[in-house]
């Protein structure tokens, strides 16, 4: 056996090492009543399967996130069926007291590119509040209706104390045809944060040719301008439509390309941590793809847009009130 059949003996040993672990920890749920996942529409009728599994054993899971305290399960459901509809899961939750149950919430473990693991923990929980944060991106007829979703029938769906009872959308299932996924069941230990810790200041720096003909060089800088390190930095990056990226290079951390999005101009940078004080920049390259702009565009690449987030622990949530859009190219 030579150096390179070794290696690749010890990777694939490691990785079939580490799926027998998850695998062993599996143990199927044989209470019907303790998790139940309905879809309303179904393409194809199949076996859908529910387990337990340690929290440690969940593939690619990050650490529950801050604000949150992970209880005593972790749960796996797949399924063969084809949904044509996001399933609903209700939980059956072992907590006596009302109080500490109306803190307990249903984590999904859902992709998400801008952590450098590759997913994060999101809150599926059917409430009122999370009809409301639905609809804020879904448009008019969707606050419409989180109006409707508020009315008795509906409210069914909300947490139930006196049948123990949680339920979850998943919307994963049916969009992004994943025919299986993991959560936890957690409690809420504080409120998410309403004011961002630090500031981050984006800025355009510059624009010009490159020694390749037809490409251009941009320079985005990112400065905390707050009094607070940065335990992480990310964002994602998505040129117009007649533009491809041809190169990311970031001063720090590292950048690629973005697996969802446009098909040659987005990307995803992890540029870890930002110091209070410190600047930290990426250069892109830029040249035509040969599609067309925006009809209202009059400049190339016009519609760039770079969105991300910053934290100040690695396990906090990302998103809102710590988060940035940045639009570099103005009209």
Known sequence: MN???????????TVLFDVACAQSSLVEIKDPNELTVKFEFLGK?????KYHINLRDIPKAPAIPTGYAFLNKGYYVRTSAVPYSSPLLAFKVPINSESEFRKVRILKLAEFEMEPIGNRW???????EWWAEESKHRGAEAEEEAKAKANLESAKLY????????????????QDNVPSGYFVLVLETQAPPI??????????????????????????????????????LNFRSDFASDSRVTF???????????????L??????HLGSLAAGKMA???????DSGMPADSRAKKSNQSWRIEGGFKERPQDQFGEPNAFAFRPIQP
């Open 281 to 287: 920049t990426v250069e892109f390259g830029r040249e």
């Open 248 to 262: 990311s290079q970031p001063s720090q951390g590292s950048c690629k390309k973005a697996i969802r999005g446009s």
């Open 195 to 232: 004011e961002a810790f630090t500031e981050i200041k984006v800025s355009f720096e510059s624009e010009k040719p490159s020694a390749k003909p037809g490409e251009t060089v941009y320079t985005i800088s990112f400065r905390n301008v707050g009094n607070k390190d940065i335990a992480e």
């Open 122 to 128: 999101v809150d599926c929980t059917i409430t009122p």
């Open 159 to 174: 947490p139930d104390f006196s049948q123990r009872s949680l339920r979850c959308e998943d919307r994963s299932f049916s």
């Open 264 to 269: 040659n101009g987005s990307s995803v940078c």
């Open 45 to 49: 009728a199949g076996e859908t399967k």
């Open 3 to 13: 150096l390179f059949q070794f290696c690749l003996y010890l990777v694939i040993s």
